[in-house]
């Protein structure tokens, strides 16, 4: 069965600085793996998405992810936050249920991310 | 275009009673999953339908059941309320595999 982990619960980062959210998954074939960005009380937003090709891949609002097979990890990085980035982030692994519709996710428990001025 | 759209936005019922939430899928996804997301929690996969049936069924007891409709809404039925069943339940659309799940903003069920 695929898992994923989010090791860090809470993330605590400037207004400008860099930031990496760290994903592992287990999964027994090459994954599909998603990163969602969720604010208070709403849905979950798609950043991106990685099926196959380019290990890095870009998303919305300046983000980018790397999957790196070795390490089963698939991290998100933005380069320089902004207030706006404040939320809670999902990393997410789909895995393929029948030959129709898309893949059932699975979702590892989330990082807030709180920017300070 | 109009995203996925759920309602009602928020819900109270008592515990037994029965409810049922509705989704809109983006024109044109044919499929749409159910999700049930509790507090400080990651959704987890209740239902996927796809072209009106049912194509894959999470860890949920038979009190929760759901449909599609040959519009390619759907929604999700869950009997004999508990406590537990508490959630924030988000239904996302899609055009098929590999093609990414697109969240709705869900409808936030308190059970009391």
């Known amino acids: 069965a695929q898992s994923v982990t989010q090791p860090d619960i809470h993330i605590t980062v400037s207004e400008g600085a860099s930031l990496e959210l760290r994903c592992n998954y287990s999964?027994?074939?090459?994954?599909?793996l998603f990163w969602y960005v969720q604010s208070p009380g709403q849905g979950l937003q798609l950043l991106l998405k990685?099926?196959?090709?380019?290990?890095l891949v870009q998303g919305i609002k300046g983000f980018e992810a790397e999957f790196k097979r070795s390490q089963s990890s698939f991290n998100l990085r933005k380069p320089s936050v902004h207030w706006s980035d404040a939320a809670e982030y999902f990393c997410?692994?789909?895995?393929?249920?029948?030959?129709?519709?898309?893949?059932?996710?699975?979702f590892g428990t989330g990082t807030r991310l709180t920017i300070i001025p | 275009d109009a995203g996925v759209t759920q309602s009602p936005t928020h819900l109270i019922k008592t515990r037994g009673q029965h409810v049922t939430l509705r989704c809109s899928p983006i024109?044109?996804?044919?499929?749409v999953s159910w999700y049930q997301q509790v507090l400080g929690q990651g959704p987890q996969f209740i239902f996927q339908?796809?072209?009106?049936?049912?194509?894959g069924r999470g860890n949920f007891p038979d009190r929760f059941s759901a449909r599609q409709f040959p519009n390619y809404s759907s929604e999700l039925n869950v009997n004999a309320l508990l406590l537990g069943d508490s959630a924030l339940y988000l239904c996302?659309?899609?055009?098929?595999?590999?093609?990414?799940?697109?969240f709705g903003q869900g409808t936030r069920l308190t059970v009391v």
């Open positions: 997410a692994v789909g895995r393929s249920i029948s030959n129709f519709g898309n893949e059932k996710l699975t």
């Open positions: 999964y027994g074939a090459t994954p599909y």
């Open positions: 996302a659309s899609s055009l098929g595999r590999g093609r990414g799940a697109f």
């Open positions: 990685y099926f196959s090709g380019d290990t």
């Open positions: 024109s044109g996804h044919k499929s």
């Open positions: 339908y796809y072209e009106k049936e049912e194509r």
